[in-house]
């Protein structure tokens, strides 16, 4: 039987007071880690979370021995372990919409010669979470796991132009529109019209927005229920991306979402 606090009692609405404490603190350092995407040193992690140092230290170690950091001997700086590598591929195992996309994702590369991607969206980010690659020496080549600002590429303007109107512009205040490159679309008038289109045509296109050199081109995954929940792509260095091969492929790639759409129900 577990008894509960009268603090806790009076605010059964909030979460938080069934939280524990380092554990939402190591969590919190994890997260810090993986945003930062560099090294970071006890009192740099002290002051980003306002944590003591030496609580910090003890957390610290604590995940260094379970592999969940790593800390260098020379710099005594620390970044995520490679346990986390090992618990997001189990994840990503587990994901239904993974599994059921894998012959979708092999259809794709098949008909273009070129990679194709499934990604799913995660709080404001786009996450990769598989694909397939061609035999090409010369191919687009994300890798799993990459996670990036869902008003970038051509993954992120395929869930935005299917999600609701005030979503998108929380989504936008939060990640902004910035310029990753030369071709990137940075002004909010002109993005909202490239999402416009998209609904338009069904599906979106990244020209070299993201990265330069690679194109793609983007079609929604839909739930039964109508909600957008993933998108299917088709990445390729931009060379090789003509308009009548982005219009060939995103016409392939909304007829494979559908395909897979069709699946989830």
């Known amino acids: 039987m577990v008894v509960k606090s009268k603090s806790a009692r009076t605010k059964k609405n909030d979460r938080s007071v069934y939280l524990v404490p380092a554990v939402d603190k190591a969590l919190e350092i994890l997260a810090l880690l993986r945003t930062e995407g560099r090294e970071m040193n006890l ?30 001997e020379v710099t005594k700086r620390y970044a995520l372990g490679i346990a986390l590598a090992e618990y997001g591929r189990v994840a990503l195992n587990n994901l239904d919409i993974r599994q059921l996309a894998k012959p979708y ?21 786009m996450v990769m979470i598989d694909k397939r690659e061609p035999p090409s020496q010369i191919r687009a080549s994300p890798f799993i796991g ?27 205040q939060i990640e902004g529109l910035p310029a990753a490159t030369r071709h990137s679309i ?35 995954v839909f739930t039964p229920k109508g909600l957008v929940i993933a998108t299917i792509s088709i990445a390729a260095p931009a060379f090789r991306m003509t308009e009548e091969s982005i219009r060939k492929y995103g016409e392939k790639c909304m007829e494979v979402a559908a395909q897979l759409s069709a699946q989830l129900r």
Do not use: C
């Not at 003890?58 to 260098?72: S, Y």
């Not at 008003?151 to 989504?171: C, F, H, Q, Y």
């Not at 289109?197 to 070299?208: K, L, M, Q, S, W």
């Open 105 to 125: 994702l092999q259809a794709l590369v098949d008909y273009s010669g070129e990679t194709a991607v499934l990604a799913i969206m995660n709080d404001t980010k």
């Open 43 to 72: 009192a740099e992690i002290s002051k980003a979370t306002g944590s003591h140092k030496s609580s910090v230290q003890r957390l610290m170690t604590t995940l260094n021995h379970h592999g969940f950091v790593k800390r260098d």
């Open 186 to 220: 940075t002004k909010p008038s002109l993005y909202r019209a490239d999402l416009a289109a998209t609904r338009e045509r069904g599906y979106a296109i990244d020209r070299e927005e993201f990265q330069e050199g690679v194109s793609g081109v983007s079609a929604p």
């Open 146 to 172: 990459l996670r990036f600002p869902a008003t970038a590429t051509s993954n992120g303007k395929a869930l935005l132009a299917w999600m609701p109107e005030d979503r998108v512009t929380e989504i936008m």
